[in-house]
């Protein structure tokens, strides 16, 4: 059973910045592509970036150039770096594989970035 675990958010100022990690039990991320997701209120769970076994990348078009995804296969662990925090950056963030696996969501890490 494969466990994720997300830690690193927190309350931020808009133009602050947060890490992200996401550590699992396995031994599955140099494996699969992984992706960080986000959930804000009221609305549906988006994927945000991810992360292939190549390192090659992938952004939703509105965090291009603020955030960036990364891994370290030996530690079991990715992590979003967010930088230039908006309001609509404010949701809880999940890290799962990309595409997602229903059984993987862990509890997530809240973001809330307000002045």
């Known amino acids: 059973q494969v466990q994720l675990v997300e830690s690193g958010g927190g309350l931020v100022q808009p133009g602050g910045s947060l890490r992200l990690s996401c550590t699992a039990s396995?031994?599955?991320?140099?494996?699969?592509?992984m992706g960080w997701y986000r959930q804000a209120p009221g609305k549906q769970r988006e994927w945000v970036a991810v992360?292939?076994?190549?390192?090659?990348?992938t952004y939703i078009d509105s965090v291009k150039g603020r955030f960036t995804i990364s891994r370290d296969n030996a530690k079991n662990t990715v992590y979003l770096q967010m930088n230039s925090l908006k309001p609509e950056d404010t949701a809880v963030y999940y890290c799962?594989?990309?595409?997602?696996?229903?059984?993987?969501w862990g509890q997530g890490t809240q973001v809330t970035v307000s002045s």
């Open positions: 799962n594989k990309f595409p997602s696996t229903a059984t993987y």
């Open positions: 396995g031994s599955i991320f140099s494996i699969y592509t």
């Open positions: 992360i292939r076994n190549s390192g090659s990348t």
